[in-house]
């Protein structure tokens, strides 16, 4: 609720900057799924608070219920991938190994969003990538912000500093190039999961 009241505000003084909106609706949701594991939420009730969430962002895409959220000056589905990517992160690690789904999502919430507003706020270089602008700047802070939360997570859980951060930042980075339709909101979360189960926690 905060968060869509912070975005609610930001509009009335912020009205043309449509795509900021959505990137503080972005980052803010990021913290909810650590404190729902950390809460001890179980696994049906996340995937079903989730499911009810995407179905209601799908209604909300078609009908332009809550413009606020969907209301980009281009074509995209990100949201939509954003609330499916969650349900099956959830659906694969809640219980085998929450610290990757963490991962996931921290990275597209934090990277992908602040890569978002830091692109589009200061100028750098920049070039095209399937009809999506991207720039230096952004592309930056896409892998700072996502070595980070790989950083941050490894030193709470305790795992050695290895090669395998920088990889997995410089593979989320990678895949946050492809955003034709928001479809980064999908394959950044599930990838980065994966390769931190694969390459971090071997759960």
Not at 125 to 152: D, E, H, P, R, Y
Request: hydrophobic residues 50%; proline residues 3%; positive net charge.
């Amino acid at each position: 609720m905060i968060v869509f009241l912070t975005s609610i505000i930001y509009k009335i003084f912020n009205p043309t900057n449509k795509e900021a909106l959505r990137k503080i609706i972005h980052i803010g949701i990021g913290p909810l799924i650590p404190l729902a594991i950390f809460l001890n939420l179980d696994q049906a009730s996340a995937l079903y608070f989730t499911g009810i969430v995407s179905i209601l962002t799908f209604i909300n895409y078609k009908f332009k219920l809550f413009p606020t959220i969907e209301d980009v000056d281009r074509k995209s589905y990100g949201t939509l991938f954003y609330c499916l990517s969650l349900f099956i992160l959830i659906y694969l690690f809640w219980n085998k190994d929450p610290t990757s789904l963490i991962a996931g999502f921290l990275i597209m919430t934090f990277g992908d969003g602040f890569a978002g507003l830091i692109g589009k706020n200061f100028k750098s270089k920049s070039w095209f990538f399937l009809n999506q602008k991207k720039s230096l700047f952004g592309t930056m802070t896409m892998f700072i912000a996502s070595l980070i939360v790989v950083c941050s997570l490894c030193y709470f859980q305790k795992y050695s500093f290895n090669i395998s951060f920088f990889t997995i930042a410089f593979i989320s980075t990678l895949l946050e190039q492809f955003s034709i339709f928001g479809i980064d909101n999908f394959i950044v979360p599930i990838s980065a999961a994966l390769c931190f189960n694969l390459f971090i926690t071997g759960l």
